[in-house]
């Protein structure tokens, strides 16, 4: 596979999991509610991203630097609403 293939893969990789978060983020400031959001699922995506990040960090491998911390800002905005919006009363 040539680098020029390799790199239009791993850049359409990233944009898909940078925007994926996206609508989910969306929805929720809209409406203003989280209670369909899972905060385990949510905080172990984070906990991935952070982890990649780190990955990249210790390899010098930008793209997986660059795309994972995008990610990582997109996954924490929802984590940070599920927490801004939850309701007090609920576990």
Do not use: H
């Not at 959001?37 to 990649?52: A, D, E, G, P």
């Not at 010098?60 to 990582?72: F, K, M, S």
Request: a positive charge.
């Amino acid at each position: 596979m040539s680098d020029l293939t390799a790199n239009i893969v791993g850049t359409a990789a990233a944009l898909c999991s940078i925007t994926s978060f996206a609508p989910q983020m969306i929805k929720i400031w809209k409406e203003r509610d989280a209670s369909s959001v899972s905060l385990k699922t949510y905080s172990l995506t984070v906990t991935c991203f952070v982890l990649w990040t780190a990955y990249g960090v210790l390899t010098t491998a930008w793209p997986i630097i660059v795309a994972n911390a995008c990610a990582l800002v997109m996954a924490s905005g929802v984590l940070a609403m599920k927490w801004r919006f939850s309701d007090p009363g609920r576990a």
